[in-house]
Nanobody, 121 residues
Framework: QVQLVESGGGLVQAGGSLRLSCAAS????????MAWYRQAPGKQRELVAD???????NYAESVKGRFTISRDNAKNTVYLQMSSLKPEDTAVYYC???????????????WGQGTQITVSS
């Protein structure tokens, strides 16, 4: 069993910054690509950013230059540093991880519970 626990959400004014963390725990042999998604009310869940185990990153156009994804492989944790936040960044943010569990030959995808980010204008 693998768990992803997110932290760092909250309310912030436009132009402000927040840092999200997502820690993975459980029967993990290897963590592969980790990612942050978000879902605003009435909209589909969308990819915000992802990072491979080797540190290669990918960002949605809407957050490029404002958000930075990083990871600490020793801590099985992925971070999302968000700056210059805009009201349109308001959403529930979810962490996702590709995990090779101990004793398995297959990668499984796990999701965190989600954390609310609200950006006021």
């Amino acid at each position: 069993q693998v768990q992803l626990v997110e932290s760092g959400g909250g309310l912030v004014q436009a132009g402000g910054s927040l840092r999200l963390s997502c820690a993975a725990s459980g029967s993990i042999l290897r963590l592969n690509t980790m990612a942050w998604y978000r879902q605003a009310p009435g909209k589909q869940r969308e990819l915000v950013a992802d990072i491979t185990s080797g540190g290669n990153t990918n960002y949605a156009e809407s957050v490029k230059g404002r958000f930075t994804i990083s990871r600490d492989n020793a801590k099985n944790t992925v971070y999302l540093q968000m700056s210059s936040l805009k009201p349109e960044d308001t959403a529930v943010y979810y962490c996702k991880a590709g995990v090779l569990p101990i004793g398995s030959s297959y990668e499984y995808h796990y999701w965190g519970q989600g954390t609310q980010i609200t950006v006021s204008s």
